[in-house]
């Protein structure tokens, strides 16, 4: 009984519609050339005519994955569709949490934090939002204590974004997972850790930690659970300096990880 009403419903729907939005007199009159209105998608990497920058990764089936040889791969997948009759389309998303451009939370790499509950929404949305730096660090090294040394970030800065050799290789438009990628080395963390107020740590590849010191580096970072590591963010095309930064996660209860949108606005 509800299946048939539903078909009558759609062919009611399919032989009124074109109609009904010419009717409307809100809507703008579709153009009349030829009938139908052409549909072409506009995607921006920029708003405001450059005002907002978004640096977060658009998830796609061939961007790279953790340790993935063949990229991240189908990640939707539509449980329901208008194709088969249904009213709407309807997908389920697979996706894992450090995947694209995200976020860790301490629970990522200690045991005790992950048991006592510390995910992704204890984070603090005061250091996800405000003033952030953006830097160039060298390109022939890994971040270690004598580049950190060599930046020479003030005291009271608590955001920085770190632009390194990633991007100019355009490691995250690549679909093969490459350890080679650069990251901080371990004492590079640690001289983070001692010298400065950062609070939050962003990188333009998947880990914040170099592929040699992964463990090490992130258990220097986490240890406090004042620091939050911002990986695999879209640092191409935008000049090294302060900007505001918005950083949000998903509020993912239990999660050491989750995707982050983050946008710089000038
Ligand atoms: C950074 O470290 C990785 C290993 O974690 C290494 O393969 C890579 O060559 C290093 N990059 C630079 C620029 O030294």
Known sequence: ????????????????????????????????C?????????????YGGGRIVDISHAYREDMPGWELEEGLGRFLRLTRSMEDGDVAYFSEIRLPAHSGTHVDAPGHVFRRYFEAGFDVDTLDLDDLNGPALLVDVPRDKNITAEVMESLHIPRGVRRVLFRTLNTDRQLMWKRQFDTSYVGFMKDGAQWLVDNTDIKLVGIDYLSVAAYDDLIPSHLVFLKSREIILVEALKLDNVK??????HCLPLRLRGAEGAPIRCILIK
């Open 34 to 46: 030829g009938g139908e209105l052409e549909l072409t998608v506009v995607r921006k990497e920029e």
């Open 1 to 32: 009984m509800a299946t048939a009403q539903f078909l009558l419903l759609l062919l009611f729907l399919g032989i009124v519609s074109p109609a009904a939005s010419s009717a409307h007199p809100g809507y703008p009159e579709p153009a009349e």
């Open 240 to 245: 090294p300096g302060i900007y505001n930064l």
